[in-house]
């Protein structure tokens, strides 16, 4: 589900960026400044402050992305 409370369809591929992840704050910081809707990109600005409190509270739970099943 999601922000919204819509349901994501079954059949539409979905991308997850966790806060561990140590290019996380890159990407969300290279999608900002794509968007052209002031509430979207302040939303998404508010979402990077939050990735980065979480990088800065716990550098030791940051790690590089990996697609390994868990």
């Known amino acids: 589900?999601?922000?919204t409370g819509k349901?994501?369809?079954d059949d539409e591929p979905v991308f997850v960026l966790r806060a561990q992840d140590v290019h996380a704050?890159?990407?969300l910081l290279g999608y900002?400044?794509?968007l052209d809707n002031?509430?979207?990109?302040?939303?998404v600005e508010q979402r990077i402050?939050?990735?980065?409190a979480f990088r800065d509270?716990?550098?030791d739970?940051?790690?590089?992305?990996d697609t390994a099943a868990a």
Do not use: T, Y
């Open 1 to 3: 589900m999601r922000a």
């Open 61 to 65: 739970r940051m790690k590089f992305p």
């Open 7 to 9: 349901p994501i369809p």
């Open 38 to 43: 002031p509430e979207h990109r302040a939303a």
């Open 32 to 34: 900002s400044v794509l």
């Open 57 to 59: 509270a716990n550098p």
């Open 49 to 52: 402050k939050d990735f980065e």
């Open 25 to 27: 704050v890159n990407a």
